[in-house]
Structures are given as structure tokens and as C-alpha cells.
């Protein structure tokens, strides 16, 4: 059979602390001023020094109890203080998850914890009665990797939940890509019934009630901001079995730490599937800034994708990717680029290079042949805000198209 130990009172342990006393109101102060508790609700917990607090009100006056290093040594006062039911303190909570979803925030999860042994502490209250609970305390502090406290814990005002049942919440406002402390507490109407602070992913740590408690959680860090996207993917050269590319570095931000280019490419086949993505391993290679590589093994006249990452030392770093639209390529001086259907009147493609002529062409099918696109449409390129984007405007009717439109571009304007 298994038996529980009886819930103890927060006297029965320690302060933690070789030289403070615990005050009833959760502060701390020097055992070399005896009377440091008096405007704090008392003693309520011994130092580690002299951690055993007597019975009987012999210190300070007669106003407080007294601390001594042994049960033996509270003989004159009535043997080690008592503990009954309606002085036991609430359970320390335990924290289920704590989760960044975001660079700057942390979703943190927790629940109210009762004795095994079935007692149900006044903060708690028990079915029928009155809980002493006041409410949630939920508290944060930057951290080392060790998850020891590198500053002052706060409180988070949005976590102080004055219903028991709600344990859920979302701590914002937070530095990126940084190790933190995060500590839950169950607050009483009466402050000696407070639970201890339950704390976050410590590999190990040492309790005020001198017990050594080991969570296997990591240690909380908030996400790191990643890499700003690539820009401007441009197609340099084309030839008939390869294509080399460049494409705009953002400016250096976020918390990545850059490893590498990550470059595939991906086929359309003529029914319209992609392919896998397939990664440009000579690539990988290029200096972080003015990129410009070739993809080799290619089919000049089959369509085509490409897409390029930032990587980082930490992945989750890493940029979005930079994705192009599907094009292809007839020679050195034409390509064209898909621009599909649309729902409204003007559309705005990035062609992936400066055009000097823009047409809109439409085919059904990728086998089928490129014709004439039906319908009137006038076309914006060569702007020196965007020299890569062409915008296509239906004039004919109101509302866009239906047609699988390409737009068919060369170097140079064709001639009439």
C-alpha cells in the first residue's frame, strides 16, 4: 500500500535563506535584526541556520516565535511549532507548458495542484465551501541557459487571474531570442497561505522548503526573430541548359546568425503538377552578400520554379522563403512568366528581370500553343521604384480574367 505524508505548514521547512528570516507576507529580511517581521505578519519561516521554529511566542517580546537549530532546543518553548488544518498552505501549482509562439511572447500553462492525500487546503476550499483563493500570480525574469535568474522577477498583471480555473495565458512585450525564468504561485486571502512559487524548466533547483526538485522542461527562450525574406530573385542568364540567378540580401536583422543560401528549383509539368523542390547545392556556398549562382541541368522551353532562403545558425532564424512564379525561357532574350487567372481588374507580377517589351499571351494548357490573349489590357513596366513588376489592366470590360495568362517578355522591344 501507499501512504501519504501529511500536508505541512510552511513553518516546518526553512526559509532557505542561512541568514533571513521568511516574513508572513513573503519578504525576506536579516536574522541580525530580530524584529525585522513585526511590520510584515511575522515570522513565518526560520533560516537554514537555526531552521526549527518553536511553539510558543518567546521572542521579540513576546510577539513572535523563535527559531533554534534543533526540535531539543525549543524544549523551553513548548516544543516545535504545531500545525493544523486551517494553517496549511495552498499546493505549489504545477506549470504544464510554457511555449513561444512568437518572438516576443510566451503562452504559459499551468495547473492548480491538490494533496494526494485528499486534504484540501482553506485556499483551495473544498466542494461545498468557501476558498480562501485570491488569486494568480504569474511572474517573469530574463534568465542564463541554466535558467538561474539573471534580474528581478515581475509580475504579469494580465495573468492574475481572480478565477481559479482559468491557469492560461499570453506574456508579451518580451526580448527575442532570450532564456527566461517564468514562476507561478497560488495567492490566499490570507498571505501565510500562499503556495510557493512553482518555477519553469530548472534542470534542478533547491525549493524554499530546502527540497531538491528536477523538471525535465527546457529552459524557457523566447523565439528569435528571423531573418528578413530575399528580395528581388532575377533572372541574370539564360542559356539552354542552365539559368543564373542573383538576388537581393536584405539588411542583416532579426537574431540570425547566417550559415548559408538555401536555392531550389522545382518543375511544372504539362498538366500543371510541381514537382519536388530540389536544392542548387553549389549554391549553399556563396557569401552572405551579392549572391549569384547557376542552375545546371535544365530544359530550356519547360517551366519552372525557384525559391531562395536565408539560413541561420539557429534554423528558426532562417528567412521566409522567396518564391518565384512559375516561368520559362525560349532563348537568351525571351522568357515568360506566369500570371494566371484574376478576380479583379489589375494584376501586378514580378517578371524576374527589366524588360524591354511586355505582351499578355494565354494558353490553356502547358501543351497547348501561346496565343494572343483575348480581351484589351493595358501594361505599366520599367517604373525605377519597382524595374522588375509589370502591372496588366483589362480596359475591355469591367473585372479581370479567366484565361491561364502569361506574360511574354524579351530584352529588347520586338519589331511591329
Not at 207 to 219: C, H, L, M, Q
Not at 275 to 284: F, L, M
Not at 322 to 348: C, N
Amino acid at each position: 500500500d501507499t501512504n501519504a505524508t501529511f500536508p505541512g505548514c510552511k513553518w516546518m521547512f526553512d526559509s532557505g535563506r542561512d541568514a533571513e528570516f521568511e516574513c508572513g507576507d513573503g519578504t525576506f529580511c536579516a536574522t541580525s535584526n530580530a524584529s525585522c517581521c513585526a511590520d510584515h505578519k511575522g515570522r513565518l519561516r526560520c533560516p537554514s541556520s537555526a531552521p526549527v521554529m518553536c511553539n510558543s511566542m518567546g521572542c521579540v517580546a513576546g510577539t513572535d516565535h523563535c527559531c533554534a537549530v534543533s526540535v531539543a532546543a525549543c524544549a523551553s518553548q513548548g516544543g516545535r511549532r504545531t500545525c493544523s488544518d486551517p494553517e496549511v498552505p495552498a499546493k505549489l501549482p504545477v506549470i504544464v507548458s510554457v511555449t513561444s509562439n512568437s518572438p516576443t511572447t510566451f503562452d504559459v500553462d499551468w495547473e492548480p495542484a491538490e494533496y494526494v492525500s485528499g486534504f484540501v487546503a482553506p485556499c483551495s476550499g473544498a466542494a461545498g465551501a468557501t476558498s480562501d483563493f485570491l488569486q494568480w500570480s504569474v511572474q517573469i525574469a530574463e534568465a542564463d541557459a541554466a535558467g538561474t535568474p539573471q534580474e528581478s522577477y515581475r509580475s504579469i498583471a494580465v495573468c492574475e487571474f481572480s478565477l481559479r480555473t482559468s491557469t492560461f495565458c499570453t506574456i508579451e512585450g518580451l526580448r527575442t531570442n532570450t532564456y527566461h525564468s517564468i514562476r507561478v504561485a497560488e495567492l490566499c486571502q490570507d498571505s501565510t497561505l500562499h503556495s510557493d512559487y512553482a518555477v519553469s524548466a530548472l534542470d534542478a533547483y533547491e525549493n524554499a522548503r530546502g527540497i531538491t526538485v528536477s523538471i525535465p522542461s527546457p529552459v524557457p527562450r523566447t523565439m528569435p526573430l528571423p531573418s528578413p525574406q530575399p528580395q528581388d530573385i532575377v533572372l541574370e542568364q539564360l542559356a539552354p541548359g542552365s539559368l543564373t540567378l542573383s538576388w537581393a540580401v536584405a539588411a542583416a536583422g532579426g537574431d540570425c546568425v547566417f550559415s548559408s543560401w538555401l536555392v531550389e528549383w522545382r518543375s511544372w509539368t504539362a498538366s500543371g503538377k510541381t514537382g519536388p523542390w530540389i536544392e542548387a547545392k553549389n549554391c549553399s556556398q556563396l557569401e552572405r552578400t551579392a549572391p549569384l549562382c547557376t542552375i545546371s541541368n535544365l530544359t530550356m522551353g519547360d517551366v519552372y520554379q525557384v525559391q531562395v532562403q536565408e539560413t541561420c545558425v539557429d534554423p528558426v532564424a532562417n528567412s521566409p522563403n522567396k518564391v518565384s512564379a512559375p516561368f520559362r525561357w525560349l532563348s537568351a532574350e525571351e522568357w515568360h512568366v506566369y500570371l494566371g487567372p484574376s478576380a479583379v481588374t489589375t494584376a501586378v507580377l514580378d517578371v524576374m528581370n527589366t524588360p524591354g517589351e511586355v505582351q499578355v499571351m494565354s494558353q490553356a494548357t502547358l501543351a497547348d500553343p501561346l496565343l494572343n490573349a483575348t480581351g484589351q489590357f493595358t501594361l505599366c513596366f520599367g517604373q525605377a521604384a519597382s524595374p522588375l513588376d509589370v502591372s496588366v489592366t483589362r480596359t475591355d470590360v469591367v473585372g479581370g480574367w479567366t484565361e491561364q495568362m502569361w506574360l511574354r517578355c524579351t530584352t529588347t522591344a520586338q519589331p511591329r
